[in-house]
């Protein structure tokens, strides 16, 4: 795949190209000298615009699939086709719905509804993708404000947290019954990872800082570990030895060593990390912040600052005051994120109501997507509706 700046860049020298043999042209002395160069100059174009369109095609079959996006203020979720931004399909949920979950084939997604102040959510909405439309809820009974998830890979099983319980849920998603219930012993446990083998589970607690680790085997609580004021934003890297945390309260990360449970170190991000992400080959580490609106875009493996990338859609002249984070002034505050392949990433700013694509090779932004009213989750199916 060729970036559009590389794009750009060849149709200019492909004009410079031509301009430069057509006048070359005038000095030969011969016709047919003037016709080779002629000819030459007419296959170095076409080749040239052949392999814009194969690299413009290329582009849009990696594109494939489709952004499902959590709108909290609209109770709906809006199925997005990922090539072209445009919305699909809006679907309904239950009550503020946070996060979205998608099943490892990609058929499935999944939405925990929180609930609102004083009046908390206690169900999830189950959606098949191809055919965009819910497939079932599944009541989660006393376990109000579920929050966090993260499917199993090659099960049919996921986690999720459940604020109101302190809890972390195993469900099997075909009957919808609760198979445990661990006991966070922490308030506030909001979001979930887990290691590609599903043996460890990780939960952090906004209220407490510490990372509740689970033996999901045997359902033992292991170990908390202090990652930081504010412990939110979670991830494994994928070749599952690494735990990284965004701590929202203390502008930090907090990277630990899996097998022994460990700080390995503590990077520096500001301001409010309250996401983050891997990208899939494990290079990129991708963090959303909320107050100062920007993305931050760390290597993983020498865990390093490399890029901070100012996200750019209109934020709303008049504050309102019934948003969330709308002390954040000036801010499109980011949130969810999610990055499908190594090239992209997707990012939900709550406050603008929009979608913000960056290209990861060139770290810029390419394109801001419609959504709904405050979106907040975001995830990603390699499926689309009707196929």
């Not at 998608?102 to 939405?111: Q, T």
């Not at 890979?153 to 445990?180: A, C, F, W």
């Not at 590609?196 to 908390?224: C, H, M, W």
């Amino acid at each position: 795949m060729i970036p559009a700046s590389a794009q750009n860049s060849m149709f200019f020298f492909c004009q410079w190209l031509m301009r430069g043999l057509l006048n070359l042209v005038n000095f030969l002395k011969t016709d047919d000298m003037k016709k080779f160069f002629f000819l030459t100059a007419a296959m170095v174009a076409a080749l040239i615009f052949t392999s814009l369109i194969i690299s413009q095609r290329d582009e849009e079959a990696n594109k494939k699939g489709t952004l499902v996006v959590a709108n909290k203020s609209g109770d709906d979720i809006s199925l997005i086709d990922r090539a072209t931004g445009k919305t699909i399909k809006m679907l309904p949920t239950g009550l503020q719905p946070h996060e979205i979950e998608i099943s490892p084939d990609g058929l499935y997604a999944v939405v925990s509804n929180y609930g609102e102040r004083g009046n908390p959510g206690n169900t999830l909405t189950v959606y098949n993708i191809v055919r965009a439309e819910v497939v079932k809820t599944i009541d989660l009974g006393d376990n109000t404000r579920p929050h966090g998830m993260f499917w199993l890979n090659g099960t049919g099983k996921m986690l999720v947290t459940t604020e109101g319980s302190n809890s972390l849920l195993l469900i099997d998603m075909d009957s919808g019954e609760i198979e445990k219930k661990m006991n966070t012993q922490q308030e506030v446990s909001h979001m979930v990872a887990a290691t590609p083998d599903a043996k460890y589970a990780f939960v952090p607690s906004i209220r407490t800082g510490n990372v509740t680790v689970f033996n999901l085997e045997t359902g033992e609580l292991l170990k908390q570990l202090y990652s930081g004021e504010g412990a939110e934003g979670v991830d494994v890297s994928p070749d599952g030895k690494e735990l990284w945390v965004t701590n929202r309260a203390e502008n930090t990360i907090a990277v630990f060593n899996i097998e022994s449970l460990e700080l390995i170190k503590k990077i520096e991000c500001a301001d409010f990390p309250i996401r983050g992400k891997f990208s899939p080959n494990g290079e990129y580490f991708v963090v959303s912040n909320a107050r100062s609106g920007d993305i931050a875009v760390f290597n993983a493996r020498e865990k390093k600052l490399i890029e901070k990338i100012k996200l750019t859609p209109p934020v709303p002249e008049d504050a309102d005051p019934e948003r969330f984070f709308s002390e954040f002034e000036e801010t499109s505050v980011p949130i969810g994120l999610v990055i499908p392949d190594n090239n992209y990433v997707y990012v939900a700013n709550t406050r603008s109501d929009v979608v913000t694509v960056i290209d990861l090779n060139t770290m810029e932004i390419t394109v801001h997507f419609d959504a709904g009213k405050e979106p907040d989750g975001i995830n990603f199916s390699p499926l689309k509706p009707g196929e």
